[in-house]
């Protein structure tokens, strides 16, 4: 179910376009159909000026209509980092992608704090439990990044973005698990493996089929936190599990 403050920011930002809310799931339908497509034409052997950075700016158009503001943000940095990689500035890319987990772990935060005022502010013993388990969980992947990947990094400007970006990528992470939500967290988690794959194979030792890998896990990260975001009620076989 989706929380009435996340339901009523999407409605007025609706209203603001002149979106009617029965639109939503045709809207939501094509630009999961266009980001497919562009996706598909990523993959085929052409070339294309900044082809990578096509299917995200898809998802960032319809969120406009379909997202709260820092998703489509969110989106929008994501896009922007994507053709900082295809002009192979890493740092940029770096800097844009960590500006764009910052406004999704904003998102996450605000509707997070959107349910506890609803259970008037209390927190639970089992949210509590949650916490614990979800931070050890990111305190593991922090630690395998801090141990292994960073220390790899070319000493000094790299190597500190490349451990401030674990930080937040790992912060953005978190908040996500404590969604309650299999689509966020799943999206979360395929965003930490598409980026840990790619440093590793950067910095590290190659990794077999790296591009595929980091591509298929990237933009489906993006398109599972997009789709979750979207007023449209996604179905509970595709929702998976709630914990």
Request: net charge positive; with cysteine.
């Amino acid at each position: 179910m989706q929380t009435k403050y996340y339901l009523r920011a999407n409605f007025e930002l609706m209203a603001l376009f002149r979106l009617s809310e029965k639109c939503v799931k045709p809207m939501a339908f094509s630009a999961t159909g266009l980001f497919i497509t562009l996706v598909a034409i990523f993959f085929l052997p052409l070339v294309l000026p900044y082809e990578l950075a096509y299917p995200v700016v898809a998802l960032f158009v319809a969120s406009l209509w379909l997202t709260p503001w820092e998703v489509s943000l969110a989106l929008l940095f994501s896009a922007m980092g994507d053709v900082a990689g295809c002009a192979g500035e890493i740092l940029w890319q770096m800097g844009l992608f960590a500006v764009a987990h910052l406004w999704y772990i904003l998102f996450f935060v605000r509707r997070y704090f959107a349910k506890v005022d609803k259970r008037d502010g209390k927190v639970s013993r089992r949210t509590v439990v949650h916490l614990s388990i979800f931070s050890l969980c990111v305190l593991a992947v922090m630690a395998v990044a801090f141990a292994l990947v960073v220390p790899a990094m070319p000493a000094g400007v790299v190597r500190i973005a490349g451990g401030a970006y674990a930080v937040v990528i790992c912060g953005m992470f978190l908040m996500a698990l404590l969604q309650r939500s299999s689509l966020y967290a799943l999206g979360a988690a395929l965003f930490v493996i598409s980026d840990l794959v790619l440093a590793w194979n950067l910095f590290v030792e190659p990794v077999e089929n790296a591009g595929a890998m980091i591509m298929v896990t990237y933009y489906l990260a993006q398109w599972l936190i997009f789709i979750r975001a979207t007023p449209y009620e996604v179905p509970h076989p595709v929702r998976l599990l709630r914990f």
